[in-house]
Every structure is written in C-alpha cells, then in structure tokens.
C-alpha cells in the first residue's frame, strides 16, 4: 500500500477502497436499497441466471448505480420462464420477472429499477417464503 | 467493477477459532475454488460478532444470513446450497428459543436487537488484518480531523463534552484525564494503553483488539495530538496471544501507510506506538503498577499523588487509559461529542460493553446503552437463566464488584447506579448466579482471585484479605459463629479505607455486597450449619432414606471411603464421620433413596 502524505490521501484511499466492504455495508441496509434477487435453482443455472447476475451487476455498475444490491434466491418454481429475478424496491411489495436476459435486462433497468414502472413478462407472485 | 458477489464472514475471535473456525475458513475456501467461484465470493476473518455461546459464526452478505454452531464439516453444504443455489441452510441458523422459528438474520434475534454497538462497530465486519476495511469505514478521518481541523485544546474540550468515562473499571471522566496530562510542560510524554483485561469472565478489550485493532491504534495518536505526545505504549498481556498478533500486524500496517510515524498525513504531529507484554498479573491494570511493570520493575502500585498525567512512565507526564475507552474516541471526534453525550444517562454517557457469563442462556459480548437494565440485559438479550432455574443475583465488576439482586433487576445500569447498590462497573464482566449458587461461595472464589493477586506491598491487602478468606473458609465449614460474621464486616471495612491501591480498596465488595443482601444465607451457614444452596460441601449430608434402601449394596460398593454400611436387603446408613461428599452413592442408587441436605 502506498503512503498516504496528506488528508487528501486518505480520503482518495477511503474512496479507493469503499469496495472492500460495500457488500457488507449494503447488507446491513438492505432495506434501503433495491434488492434484486436471481432464482439460483439448477433450471436456472441451466437457463443462464448466473450469467443474468453478472450482466445485472455489470449493468448496475455501467450506470454507476450505489443503491441496488444483488442477492440469489432458491429455486422459485417458475421452471418455464428461467431465468427469474425478483426486485424488492424499498418498502415495496416485491414484482418477480421472467426470461431475464439479454435485452430485458436493459429494460427491466430503464423501466422497473428505475422509475419503478412496470413492463411486460411479470410473474405474479402467488406465495410468500418464511424469509419475506 | 470486481465480480465480488458475496462476501462470507467468519468469526475469527479467540472463542470460535479455538472451535476450529480456521478450518472452516480453509473448507470453505477450497469448496468455492473447487466450484470455480474464486472470483465471485470472498471469505473474510472477521473480529467477534460477540455471541460466543453460539458460535462459530459465519455471517454472508450481502443476504445478511448468520449461520451459529457451524463445523468445518458444513462448509460443503454452505457452498453448495447458499453459494451456488441461494437456497438457506435451515439446520444451521439460529432457532430463537421463544417461537422456535428459524432467524437469518441476526437484526431480528432478541441478542442483537437491543444493542447499540460503538466500540465494537466493526467488530465481526471488517478483516482486522486489513487496513484497507478500516479505512474504507472512516478508519484515520478521526485522526486526520482532529490534525487539520481541530487544536489540541479541542480535542480535549470534545472529548469532555462527551461525558466519556474510562471503561477500565474507574469510570473517571476520560476529558478531564487528557485536560490534566495536556496541562504539564515536558520534553516527553506517553500516551499508555491499558490492555492488561484481568477481571474474570471479562474480554471485551481483547475482542476490540482482535476484531478493530486500528481503532486503538487510531485513538492513542489523537490522544497523542490532544496531550503532545509523540510516543504510545500498550501494555497487553501475553497470554492474548490473537489480539497481540493482531495488534502487531496492524501497527505495522499502520507504519507502512504512513499513518503511525513521523509527520503523519504531512502534519508536524509525530506519533509512534510500542507494545510492551504482562504477564498477567490483575494489579497491573491500576494504573502505577502498570507504569512500574513497563519499566521493568516489580508490578506494584505507588501512591497517587503524583498521578501518571504528571509523573507517570519513566517520571514523564503519560496519560493511561483503557482499550474499550479508546475504542470510543474516533466515533466521538467523527459523530461529535452531541450525539455520543445523547446516548446513555445523565452522567454516563455513551455505551457499556458487557461479558455476559455464569448461568445465563446467551454467553456473550453485549454493548448496549448506559441506562438499560439487568433485566433487560439479561432476560431480553441474554435469553434468560439456563434449564428455566431462578435468577439469584448478578455479579457486577469482577472481584472489586458486587452482586445485584433480584431488587435491581430494574436499575437503571450506569456508574453511579451500580455504586449506589453496593456494586460497579468494572470492566463490564456480568455473571450471573442462579438459584443452586451459594453466595459465601461466591464471595470466597473472588477474594480467594484477590489474595492471590495481591502485590503484597500494603498490610492490609496482603495480610487482610488472607484473614477475610480464612473467615469464609470457616463459615463454609460450619465452624463460625455470629460473632464471626460482625468481624468479617469490621475487618472488611478496614481494609477498604486503608489499602493502598485499587485493589485492596475493593477486593472486600464481594464479601461486603453479598453480607449486605445474603445475610440469611450467611447465618443460615453459621447458625444452622446448612448451606441453603447445597454447595458448602463440609455443611451437605448424604443420608438414606430406610424406608426407600432395598439393601441393595450398590452404594457400599461405590463408596470410596468405606463409610456405607449395611447387610444385605436391609437398610444401609452412612457413617457422616467417614463420608467424603463424593456424590457417588447418590449417583449410583437406583431407587431414590440417597439425599442431599
């Protein structure tokens, strides 16, 4: 690690090293953040949602976006349309997309993240997990 | 952009590491290499999450799931179903006793909801072997504040402001502490650390020190700023060897950042920091014994005129205070001394760390407001007494303490309250006794720490406290009388006005709080030659029940001593004179026959 000389140093390495420990800070406020959770369940690892999460993050850092945290999820039943993610804005009631990648994901970004309006391809949601 | 998904926290404190948390660590790195994961998901040794009596931890963010009791074994399990599927691991989350419901997320569990976590903030978040984690949590912005944007004189008058008392034990106003050593004109100063944690049961300096290492090391400059002076000292005890480890490393780490040594940040302010090792003696956490032992001399305290702040280690000004004092002072520069002096009550602000042990249900660390409960402490965050017994009393400030009864579960905790019921704070060590604890016991086993510690250099702590013990000693024999009682009070308050350091003044607490709220207990002792709790084994009986011996011989044949005797399917009896209270006669009949009494 380089020497820090000055304040100005400090704050360029507290600026440089935020990413040390932001997953942890953005757990600890979850609720605050829009969550964005990727059904991990073999059809989806099948159907490509590791790939989704990774675009999503890539995505979500392109558009230099702090307030979005990516978590994974279980398999969600919703076998026929994988790869499936559920966003949770804050103090929303969580909306669960279908066939997520590709194009979607720029879609689901410019609409549902965020303005919080709706686009086509929802799964209404018709259970709750013991973790909601 | 990194692809860090998922970071995997596991408790690296003394408590899980001696329950195998390193090999966790190394199973859970080899099973996410092996599912090709390296690049997504981190695994970080993280300081003490503080409950202990679950642990080891493991912690994953960002989903904030907190898996308890975790073996080396699960670490497959984790990554399989968490990791690669998010799917929970039920078996392995905490079960809250009440409901009986699975929690995954610590926020919501009766241990962490009432806790206000200030000096142990990042304790159990950040990597302590990492500078780059403390800084990223404002790690040195306390320090470079203070260098560019306060005089030494504001620093002092802001920590004042806080109402910050020393958390070692004598909850002196930490300001007013720093005013005096600033006041002194002198080529040296020192600022000490005070690591030398002695009480028993008590660890909350060792878990800052293994979990957030920097934030003393941070501390002890602007204190080093606030006083001028340009050299640190912790005096640690050797037998911490994690947190000694820990704090090396992150001196060094500190150095090579350029955050510890000549002109810091490019300031004219220098500061450096050496550690100097105990050996673990309880007398040298005061403060002149501790000054003494540095300079290698004999571990025994001097007499206060001269205090340290004027002439303290090698006869220059040094100001001493505790790790968990310490530990406050970054957050009370960064926050302010408003919001530190909002929490808390009138006169002692701020948080309390706790070590929360004996016959409580969750054993932990705890740090909550000044001004919460014993109940709340006990009964909210430590979940009770084990096996549903009755809460008897809770022993408060380890062998300079007391006990609080059940009468003061609703008291308010702070300094002042724990004074006024004939306790104190101490360095937080909180055991709690339940109903099968005898209480001339209890004050035994502490006095029993004290004799043993005692330097010896004072009459009265040396030779008093011998003859205290004596005393108790022979109450738990059944060989004392009343008369007894009212000289083990009268000798008790001698000792306490004229032992010459700390630990003389308050090794007679545990004898005089527990006179003062078991009185019967004692006369029950003296006078009746029963110990109520059945624990003074000379007091205990076994005897036989004849009408429930079958003559069976089974005790006979147990009893080591020879003191059972009987003919066969006839009643047997125990010969008291002969009866060693092993217990094995009552273990081993099956018919109920044999009781205690």
Same mark, same amino acid.
């Given at each position: 690690?380089?020497?820090?000389?000055?304040?100005?140093?400090?704050?360029?390495?507290?600026?440089?090293?935020?990413?040390?420990?932001?997953?942890?800070?953005?757990?600890?406020?979850?609720?605050?953040?829009?969550?964005?959770?990727?059904?991990?369940?073999?059809?989806?690892?099948?159907?490509?949602?590791?790939?989704?999460?990774?675009?999503?993050?890539?995505?979500?850092?392109?558009?230099?976006?702090?307030?979005?945290?990516?978590?994974?999820?279980?398999?969600?039943?919703?076998?026929?349309?994988?790869?499936?993610?559920?966003?949770?804005?804050?103090?929303?009631?969580?909306?669960?997309?279908?066939?997520?990648?590709?194009?979607?994901?720029?879609?689901?970004?410019?609409?549902?993240?965020?303005?919080?309006?709706?686009?086509?391809?929802?799964?209404?949601?018709?259970?709750?997990?013991?973790?909601? | 952009?990194?692809?860090?998904?998922?970071?995997?926290?596991?408790?690296?404190?003394?408590?899980?590491?001696?329950?195998?948390?390193?090999?966790?660590?190394?199973?859970?790195?080899?099973?996410?290499?092996?599912?090709?994961?390296?690049?997504?998901?981190?695994?970080?040794?993280?300081?003490?999450?503080?409950?202990?009596?679950?642990?080891?931890?493991?912690?994953?963010?960002?989903?904030?799931?907190?898996?308890?009791?975790?073996?080396?074994?699960?670490?497959?399990?984790?990554?399989?179903?968490?990791?690669?599927?998010?799917?929970?691991?039920?078996?392995?989350?905490?079960?809250?006793?009440?409901?009986?419901?699975?929690?995954?997320?610590?926020?919501?569990?009766?241990?962490?909801?009432?806790?206000?976590?200030?000096?142990?903030?990042?304790?159990?978040?950040?990597?302590?072997?990492?500078?780059?984690?403390?800084?990223?949590? %404002?790690?040195?912005?306390?320090?470079?504040?203070?260098?560019?944007?306060?005089?030494?004189?504001?620093?002092?008058?802001?920590?004042?402001?806080?109402?910050?008392?020393?958390?070692?034990?004598?909850?002196?106003?930490?300001?007013? +502490?720093?005013?005096?050593?600033?006041?002194? +004109?002198?080529?040296?100063?020192?600022?000490?650390?005070?690591?030398?944690?002695?009480?028993?049961?008590?660890?909350?300096?060792?878990?800052?020190?293994?979990?957030?290492?920097?934030?003393?090391?941070?501390?002890?400059?602007?204190?080093?700023?606030?006083?001028?002076?340009?050299?640190?000292?912790?005096?640690?005890?050797?037998?911490?060897?994690?947190?000694?480890?820990?704090?090396?490393?992150?001196?060094?780490?500190?150095?090579?950042?350029?955050?510890?040594?000549?002109?810091?940040?490019?300031?004219?302010?220098?500061?450096?920091?050496?550690?100097?090792?105990?050996?673990?003696?309880?007398?040298?956490?005061?403060?002149?014994?501790?000054?003494?032992?540095?300079?290698?001399?004999?571990?025994?305290?001097?007499?206060?005129?001269?205090?340290?702040?004027?002439?303290?280690?090698?006869?220059?000004?040094?100001?001493?205070?505790?790790?968990?004092?310490?530990?406050?002072?970054?957050?009370?520069?960064? +926050?302010?001394?408003?919001?530190?002096?909002?929490?808390?009550?009138?006169?002692?602000?701020?948080?309390?760390?706790?070590?929360?042990?004996?016959?409580?249900?969750?054993?932990?660390?705890?740090?909550?407001?000044?001004?919460?409960?014993?109940?709340?402490?006990?009964? %909210?965050?430590?979940?009770?007494?084990?096996?549903?017994?009755?809460?008897?009393?809770?022993?408060?400030?380890?062998?300079?303490?007391?006990?609080?009864?059940?009468?003061?579960?609703?008291?308010?905790?702070?300094?002042?309250?724990?004074?006024?019921?004939?306790?104190?704070?101490?360095?937080?060590?909180?055991?709690?006794?339940?109903?099968?604890?005898?209480?001339?016991?209890?004050?035994?086993?502490?006095?029993?720490?004290?004799?043993?510690?005692?330097?010896?250099?004072?009459?009265?702590?040396?030779?008093?406290?011998?003859?205290?013990?004596?005393?108790?000693?022979?109450?738990?024999?059944?060989?004392?009388?009343?008369?007894?009682?009212?000289?083990?009070?009268?000798?008790?308050?001698?000792?306490?006005?004229?032992?010459?350091?700390?630990?003389?003044?308050?090794?007679?607490?545990?004898?005089?709080?527990?006179?003062?709220?078991?009185?019967?207990?004692?006369?029950?002792?003296?006078?009746?030659?029963?110990?109520?709790?059945?624990?003074? +084994?000379?007091?205990?009986?076994?005897?036989?029940?004849?009408?429930?011996?079958?003559?069976?011989?089974?005790?006979?044949?147990?009893?080591?001593?020879?003191?059972?005797?009987?003919?066969?399917?006839?009643?047997?009896?125990?010969?008291?004179?002969?009866?060693?209270?092993?217990?094995?006669?009552?273990?081993?009949?099956?018919?109920?026959?044999?009781?205690?009494?």
């Amino acid at each position: 690690m380089d020497k820090v000389k000055s304040l100005d140093d400090l704050r360029k390495l507290k600026a440089a090293m935020q990413n040390a420990t932001e997953l942890r800070e953005k757990g600890q406020n979850i609720d605050k953040l829009i969550e964005v959770k990727v059904s991990m369940a073999t059809c989806g690892i099948a159907a490509g949602a590791r790939e989704t999460m990774a675009a999503m993050m890539e995505e979500a850092s392109k558009r230099g976006m702090k307030n979005i945290v990516f978590t994974q999820s279980g398999c969600m039943g919703y076998c026929h349309s994988e790869p499936t993610v559920t966003i949770v804005r804050p103090g929303e009631e969580p909306v669960t997309f279908g066939d997520v990648k590709g194009q979607r994901i720029t879609e689901i970004f410019d609409s549902y993240i965020a303005k919080g309006e709706l686009v086509d391809g929802i799964i209404p949601l018709a259970s709750k997990s013991i973790h909601d | 952009m990194t692809n860090i998904k998922m970071h995997v926290l596991v408790c690296g404190g003394t408590g899980c590491t001696s329950s195998r948390s390193m090999e966790i660590v190394d199973a859970l790195r080899a099973e996410i290499k092996a599912q090709g994961l390296a690049d997504e998901v981190k695994v970080v040794i993280a300081g003490c999450f503080g409950f202990c009596e679950k642990g080891p931890i493991v912690k994953i963010s960002p989903d904030n799931t907190f898996y308890v009791q975790v073996t080396p074994e699960d670490a497959k399990e984790i990554v399989a179903e968490h990791i690669v599927k998010g799917r929970k691991v039920s078996r392995l989350l905490y079960v809250d006793p009440k409901t009986t419901e699975h929690i995954s997320d610590s926020k919501h569990m009766d241990f962490y909801k009432k806790q206000l976590r200030i000096a142990l903030r990042n304790c159990g978040f950040i990597d302590p072997e990492n500078i780059g984690e403390y800084i990223a949590r %404002d790690g040195y912005m306390a320090l470079g504040k203070a260098i560019f944007e306060m005089s030494p004189k504001q620093v002092v008058d802001e920590v004042k402001k806080s109402g910050l008392r020393g958390r070692g034990g004598g909850g002196f106003p930490t300001g007013l +502490k720093w005013e005096i050593a600033a006041s002194y +004109k002198a080529d040296q100063k020192y600022v000490i650390c005070n690591a030398d944690e002695g009480d028993p049961g008590a660890f909350m300096d060792r878990s800052v020190l293994e979990g957030d290492p920097h934030s003393i090391i941070e501390a002890m400059a602007i204190c080093g700023y606030a006083i001028g002076a340009s050299k640190g000292v912790v005096y640690i005890r050797a037998e911490y060897p994690l947190a000694v480890e820990r704090l090396q490393k992150a001196i060094v780490a500190a150095r090579e950042t350029g955050l510890l040594g000549n002109n810091i940040l490019g300031s004219d302010f220098s500061f450096d920091i050496d550690m100097y090792y105990g050996a673990g003696a309880f007398v040298c956490g005061e403060e002149t014994a501790l000054i003494r032992s540095l300079q290698s001399e004999r571990g025994e305290p001097t007499s206060k005129p001269p205090f340290p702040a004027e002439s303290g280690f090698w006869g220059k000004p040094s100001n001493v205070n505790n790790v968990e004092t310490f530990a406050n002072i970054p957050v009370i520069l960064l +926050k302010g001394a408003d919001w530190f002096a909002s929490i808390g009550t009138a006169k002692s602000k701020g948080t309390k760390v706790f070590a929360l042990a004996g016959k409580v249900n969750n054993v932990g660390l705890v740090e909550v407001p000044m001004g919460t409960t014993l109940r709340e402490v006990i009964f %909210d965050i430590g979940g009770g007494i084990r096996n549903g017994k009755k809460f008897k009393a809770a022993q408060t400030g380890g062998p300079s303490g007391g006990c609080l009864t059940e009468k003061f579960l609703d008291t308010p905790i702070d300094f002042d309250n724990l004074i006024a019921a004939g306790s104190m704070m101490g360095s937080g060590g909180m055991i709690v006794l339940d109903e099968d604890d005898c209480m001339v016991n209890v004050a035994k086993f502490y006095l029993g720490f004290t004799v043993e510690e005692s330097c010896g250099k004072c009459t009265p702590c040396r030779v008093g406290n011998k003859r205290m013990l004596e005393m108790l000693e022979k109450i738990s024999a059944g060989k004392a009388t009343e008369k007894d009682l009212s000289r083990l009070r009268e000798l008790a308050t001698i000792i306490k006005d004229t032992s010459l350091c700390g630990l003389g003044q308050t090794a007679p607490n545990p004898v005089l709080s527990t006179l003062d709220n078991f009185y019967d207990e004692y006369l029950a002792h003296v006078r009746d030659k029963r110990c109520p709790a059945g624990k003074c +084994k000379s007091l205990m009986q076994y005897v036989i029940d004849p009408a429930k011996c079958k003559g069976c011989t089974m005790c006979a044949k147990v009893c080591p001593a020879g003191a059972i005797a009987g003919k066969v399917k006839e009643p047997h009896v125990i010969s008291q004179e002969k009866c060693v209270k092993c217990g094995a006669c009552f273990a081993t009949c099956k018919f109920g026959a044999i009781s205690k009494r």
